[in-house]
T-cell receptor, first 113, second 109 residues
Framework: GAGVSQTPSNKVTEKGKYVELRCDPI?????LYWYRQSLGQGPEFLIY????????DSGLPNDRFFAVRPEGSVSTLKIQRTERGDSAVYLC???????????FGPGTRLTVL | QQPVQSPQAVILREGEDAVINCSSS?????VHWYRQKHGEAPVFLMI?????EQKGHEKISASFNEKKQQSSLYLTASQLSYSGTYFC??????????FGTGTRLTVIP
């Protein structure tokens, strides 16, 4: 595809449920990043993948959050036992390599009721 | 590690100029500037690497003062399409991109 795509665009769930958010990066980009953006704030780093491995997951807020990228392309962010405080826009970005320009997807707006 | 941006918000008339500042308490390897319109993804504007270089993109340019750990974004002869929230992202030793809280720019006719 031409750019980074994310699905779903919107997700409404109930407190305590499990959700998966998908990111499809630009073809050929080895680096993939997940961010979380709350209203009125800048994107907050969550996790970075280089290829298939999570090279840096220091931004994940707690162990309810987990992400995978099994084949080095598509990535899935998984949130267990969702809480109302998890409500935010989850952005994915990819770059050709670490340190290169990051291109963002349109985001998934997660609402936890 | 979050950089500080100023001002928080600015309103301009078409054709006016603006400067947005970004400063960090840590040594910077690079600064990335993005513009985000409401409900959309951040769009890359430019990246500045160590060396105090200045870059330009249309009528938008930026500078990077490595010693002061600061970057400034210059918007000249603003257009309505420039409206949005501008974020600087800074890369320090950890190589992760940390974004500021943004500067909301509104250009009015």
């Amino acid at each position: 595809g031409a750019g980074v795509s994310q699905t779903p665009s919107n997700k409404v769930t109930e407190k305590g449920k499990y959700v998966e958010l998908r990111c499809d990066p630009i073809s050929g980009h080895t680096a993939l990043y997940w961010y979380r953006q709350s209203l009125g704030q800048g994107p907050e780093f969550l996790i970075y993948f280089q290829g298939t491995g999570a090279a840096d997951d220091s931004g994940l807020p707690n162990d309810r959050f987990f992400a995978v990228r099994p084949e080095g392309s598509v990535s899935t962010l998984k949130i267990q036992r969702t809480e109302r405080g998890d409500s935010a826009v989850y952005l994915c970005a990819s770059s050709r390599d670490r340190g290169d320009t990051q291109y963002f997807g349109p985001g998934t707006r997660l609402t936890v009721l | 590690q979050q950089p500080v941006q100023s001002p928080q918000a600015v309103i301009l008339r078409e054709g006016e100029d603006a400067v947005i500042n970004c400063s960090s308490s840590k040594a910077l390897y690079s600064v990335h500037w993005y513009r985000q319109k409401h409900g959309e993804a951040p769009v890359f504007l430019m990246i500045l690497l160590k060396g105090g270089e200045q870059k330009g993109h249309e009528k938008i340019s930026a500078s990077f003062n490595e010693k002061k750990q600061q970057s400034s974004l210059y918007l000249t002869a603003s257009q309505l399409s420039y409206s949005g929230t501008y974020f600087c992202g800074t890369v320090t030793g950890a190589n992760n991109l940390f974004f500021g809280t943004g500067t909301r720019l509104t250009v009015i006719p």
